[in-house]
């Protein structure tokens, strides 16, 4: 079950911030992948993160690690799935006002490996396939601190030299400029954000961050494209019946309690079902839309 704890943090930390477009690693989170159906056990995205957000993800299949990026749902975005490779990686397509789409990719390599590396190039590959210029932004947790990104050389004495040389000649390769020079754990970089269009970059800094790493907040001049807001259902939970909510949810807890031998998910599952199945029945709500949508 995801830490209540880290979930307010996560909140907090976008509603500070407050971006247009997210790029997150070791989400550890469960049960979603690009391309399939969400597991029946999954942690879904509304129990984590912003109502406000969309969020594309790539969980692991095991404990740990995972990758997504999140888009303010008032922007025209979808998923590229068939850009996904065997590396933890996800790609979003953003939509922009009267520029090319961005192509917005969140990568972690928790290990330096040569593995990771041939797969993000086969990933970017896919996307630079045909004649047509892409626009994108990579960002994420490279583990790779040991590259000097003014003068593009690996330092001397450095750690799996031949991982970090292999991702330095990798971006020069495919054209990307790494944007983002202060240090996000300790003195070293390792939280990197890579672009094919440096011009747009203003600035891209360290901010204190939820965990062990900085937050990078990078600004590029860009216009999105938005899309008028779709109606929502708002819960008006002042003139709800709580006597009846109460009741109910005694009798939850006294079910969850003689089914204490049932997988933790399964009850998991049971939990959050019943408890928003409670809601609906016993709190009006209404259908509005967000003052601030644009057409």
Request: net charge neutral; charged share 25%; proline share 5%.
């Amino acid at each position: 079950m995801f830490e209540l704890k880290k979930k307010n943090k996560i909140r907090a930390a976008v509603e500070y911030v407050k971006p247009d477009l997210i790029c997150g690693t070791e989400s550890w989170l469960k049960g979603i992948k690009p391309g399939r159906d969400p597991e029946k056990n999954c942690i879904k995205s509304c129990e984590v993160f912003p109502d406000n957000y969309i969020f594309h993800r790539n969980d692991r299949d095991s404990l740990g690690g995972g990758v997504f990026t999140g888009i303010k749902s008032n922007l025209v975005s979808d998923e590229k799935v068939e850009l996904v490779t065997e590396c933890e990686i996800v790609w979003t397509k953003v939509k922009l006002k009267s520029m090319k789409d961005l192509y917005l990719a969140s990568f972690y390599m928790p290990h330096r490996n040569m593995k990771d590396i041939i797969q993000l190039k086969e990933s970017i590959n896919k996307l630079a396939d045909g004649n047509k210029y892409k626009q994108m932004i990579i960002a994420g947790d490279f583990n790779c601190p040991d590259i000097d990104w003014d003068t593009l050389v690996v330092k001397p004495g450095a750690q799996d030299r031949e991982v970090q040389q292999a991702l330095l000649e990798t971006s020069i390769d495919l054209g990307l400029t790494q944007v983002q020079r202060e240090p996000t754990r300790y003195n070293n970089l390792l939280d990197l954000v890579f672009t094919n269009n440096p011009s747009l970059c203003k600035s891209s800094t360290s901010i204190p961050g939820i965990s062990d790493h900085a937050m990078v907040v990078t600004d590029f001049d860009i216009i999105p494209h938005y899309i008028k807001q779709s109606k929502r259902k708002k819960y008006m939970f002042n003139k709800a019946d709580w006597d009846s909510i109460y009741k109910e949810m005694e009798q939850l807890s006294t079910t969850m309690e003689s089914q204490i031998a049932t997988p933790v998910e399964e009850l998991w599952s049971t939990f959050t079902t019943t408890v928003f199945t409670i809601i609906d029945k016993y709190t009006p709500s209404k259908v509005c839309t967000s003052r601030k949508s644009l057409p």
